[in-house]
């Protein structure tokens, strides 16, 4: 069994039918690639519990989140993965701050010190009481990294994390999340359609065609 994230799924879509199998080592940052429809995003949902395939494993550490052969499927919070959305889906009825606390596993009186840290860590501790309709694109991606990374997730999964930033706010963001991502012993799935976030924050990419990991390397 792995020591990182291994991920196997059988899954009808639209216009084909995931069938992938793949596996992240501990630290390691896997770019998965390809057209819109292809089956990127499902196969982060999949491992973060939020779709269900038709057949599949995945697991994490030695730890089995699923198992669709043995019954076995953990929720999402027994998964602990930190999962950054395209569209960052923050909670418009709550400011910076308690978007970030939401996620944390610690006792209330010490939520709003934990998420205040994590916001000055992604520098936008400035923006923590301000509602995410306020904020930047670039504010609101980093406000999202730091509740991704509020439940000290075991594997992060980011779905096109900086596809929403214009490009001069891009290319600071794309430096910023390499060096956060460097000094992070987890497996890393990053969903994207830009070559260049994959060559800059990636170790390797799969490229996924019609369901199927058409070239790894």
Avoid at 168 to 181: F, G, K, Q
Avoid at 190 to 197: A, K, L, N, Q, R
Wanted: glycine share 8%.
């Amino acid at each position: 069994m792995s020591d990182g994230l291994a991920l196997e799924a059988a899954l009808p879509l639209r216009d084909c039918t995931l069938e992938v199998s793949l596996e992240i080592a501990p630290g390691e940052r896997l770019a998965l690639m390809g057209r819109s429809g292809a089956g990127k995003t499902s196969l982060l949902r999949i491992a973060a519990g939020l779709l269900d395939p038709r057949s599949g494993r995945v697991s994490l550490g030695g730890e089995t989140w699923l198992d669709t052969a043995a019954g076995i499927d953990l929720p999402p919070e027994r998964r602990r993965c930190g999962l950054l959305f395209q569209e960052y889906a923050l909670f418009p009825c709550m400011n910076a701050w308690r978007n970030v606390a939401y996620s944390l596993r610690r006792p209330r009186g010490e939520r709003r010190r934990r998420a205040l840290e994590l916001l000055g860590r992604f520098g936008v501790g400035h923006v923590a009481e301000a509602a995410p309709a306020a904020l930047s694109g670039g504010e609101r991606q980093r406000v999202a990294l730091a509740r991704a990374l509020a439940a000290e997730p075991r594997a992060l999964l980011l779905d096109e994390p900086l596809a929403a930033l214009d490009p001069a706010t891009r290319s600071s963001a794309r430096r910023e999340l390499d060096a956060l991502l460097a000094a992070m012993e987890i497996p890393v799935a990053i969903v994207t359609h830009s070559p260049e976030d994959a060559a800059r924050l990636a170790d390797r990419t799969a490229v996924i065609e019609r369901g199927r990991v058409a070239a790894p390397g």
